[in-house]
Nanobody, 114 residues
Framework: QEQFVESGGGLVQPGGSLRLSCVAS????????MSWYWQPPRKQRELVAR???????SYLVSLKGRFTVSKDNAKNTVYLQMDSLKPEDTARYYC????????WGRGTQVTVSS
């Protein structure tokens, strides 16, 4: 059974926006730090945004101001709002809990191209 189910990716033009969703368990969303990662083509997976349990957030420095992480505890969902998208944002995006033993989901593909 998948622990994290990402969705919302797709093909978008430069300058456009997407909102990614990650459905997880109630305990993961409510009680752990939830993070979004990306893996661009031919590159390693990298942390892009984190939403800590206390509500604080952190971002990859180069992305700050364009990406926003949030959650809805009632829906067991974590979001990544991505604005002003650039071709270099093209990647497969994954979410993950800080819970020990958390396993990667399948991710969702974002392609930014005209």
């Amino acid at each position: 059974q998948e622990q994290f189910v990402e969705s919302g990716g797709g093909l978008v033009q430069p300058g456009g926006s997407l909102r990614l969703s990650c459905v997880a368990s109630e305990s993961d969303v409510r009680d752990t730090n939830m993070s979004w990662y990306w893996q661009p083509p031919r590159k390693q997976r990298e942390l892009v945004a984190r939403l800590n349990r206390d509500g604080s957030t952190s971002y990859l420095v180069s992305l700050k101001g364009r990406f926003t992480v949030s959650k809805d505890n009632a829906k067991n969902t974590v979001y990544l709002q991505m604005d002003s998208l650039k071709p270099e944002d093209t990647a497969r995006y994954y979410c993950l809990s800080s819970r020990p033993g958390a396993r990667w989901g399948r991710g969702t593909q974002v392609t930014v191209s005209s």
